[in-house]
């Protein structure tokens, strides 16, 4: 199975990569592939992206500013994008930091539609950033844009809970009842995205770093392929 790992810079993706991979590895055979062609993997990567562009090279050798270079990066990584899909039991594929390189770009589109049939996409969402309606909102939004800028089946996953808990479900739906004006308008027309994600079935939290959840991540991942079930 393919594991793509998205979500915004320090989301903990990397973190993820590493140690999620080091949790299946138990009882599986694991690859890391890293996608970002900006950053030295953390982890030991079976294929990496920097082998073929490297973006401070990019912008010595094309005279580009750090945002022209990350596009350019991503341009000519289209042309090796057979040599960073792996095939093993699970492969971990670790995405740019800045979501939209990956997302809103030909190579995403291209590498997600390889990867199509037997593939879940993982939106990491840091949890501290959930603490009230908008930015919760916010984040189901971007994690239903996800699944459709992909079309990969897509779990809505909650990070670093060890440190700070989303604000719960419930508690935003009240919220937005007590409230009034443009702005609680805005927000109740954002719920329907609700129901695009995973988060209607059962809300996945996970500390990347020390592993907390991960039994119930490998649960979901695995469930959301099965047609003995589905993740609720």
């Known amino acids: 199975m393919n594991i793509l790992i998205l979500g915004h810079a320090g989301s903990g993706k990397s ?19 890293n996608l970002d062609p900006a950053t030295r993997p953390i982890f030991k990567a079976d294929a990496d992206c920097r082998e073929f562009v490297k973006t401070e090279e990019v912008m010595e050798k094309f005279k580009l500013g750090i945002n022209g270079a990350l596009l350019k990066s991503i341009e000519i990584l289209g042309k090796h994008i057979h040599d960073l899909i792996l095939e093993d039991d699970f492969v971990l594929y670790d995405t740019p930091g800045q979501l939209e390189l990956f997302l809103y770009t030909d190579f995403g589109e291209r590498f997600s539609e390889k990867l199509k049939g037997n593939a879940v996409a993982i939106f990491l969402i840091d949890s501290s950033l959930c603490q009230t309606p908008e930015n919760y909102l916010s984040a189901v939004f971007q994690s239903a844009v996800v699944s459709l800028r992909t079309s990969i089946p897509t779990l809505t996953v909650f990070n670093k809970t060890d440190i700070k808990k989303p604000l719960p479900y419930s508690e935003i739906e009240r919220l937005i009842e007590k409230s009034e004006g443009v702005l609680s308008e805005a927000m109740v027309n954002l719920l329907p995205f609700y129901n695009l994600t995973s988060l209607r079935y059962r809300t996945i939290e996970i500390s990347a770093q020390n592993g907390d959840g991960f039994d119930d991540l490998f649960s979901a991942v695995n469930e959301v392929l099965c047609a003995c079930g589905d993740i609720s």
């Open 15 to 33: 973190t993820l990569v590493k140690n999620f991979g080091e949790y299946l590895v138990a009882n599986y055979s694991v690859r890391r592939v």
